[in-house]
Nanobody, 113 residues
Framework: VQLQASGGGLVQAGGSLRLSCAAS????????MGWYRQAPGKQRELVASITSFGRTNYGDSVKGRFTISRDNAKNTVYLQMNSLKPEDTAVYYC????????WGQGTQVTVSS
């Protein structure tokens, strides 16, 4: 399984970004896909996840602002991030659980105040 994350960048507070995670395999067979993030000096934290049945889960700090979705036809998972805050600044990593846990390379999100 190979995961390619994209969509990060620099945005002002209050703005939006959409991250994409393209998988090499058929994601409908993946148990879970999602995103973690890690800010400098902080532990990696769960941002959002989505199961093969479409059940979603969000970290408390992003509930109501971020939305995770998946397009099985494109083997891609998306993270729509709205109302971004400076504390959302981090490297965002996509992951997939399928016969083990697989990680993408990370994409930087920087939110300026």
């Amino acid at each position: 399984v190979q995961l390619q994350a994209s969509g990060g960048g620099l945005v002002q507070a209050g703005g939006s970004l959409r991250l994409s995670c393209a998988a090499s395999g058929a994601i409908f067979s993946f148990n879970v896909m999602g995103w973690y993030r890690q800010a400098p000096g902080k532990q990696r934290e769960l941002v959002a996840s989505i199961t093969s049945f479409g059940r979603t889960n969000y970290g408390d700090s992003v509930k109501g602002r971020f939305t995770i979705s998946r397009d099985n036809a494109k083997n891609t998972v998306y993270l729509q991030m709205n109302s971004l805050k400076p504390e959302d600044t981090a490297v965002y990593y996509c992951y997939a659980i399928f016969r083990g846990t697989h990680w993408g390379q990370g994409t930087q999100v920087t939110v300026s105040s």
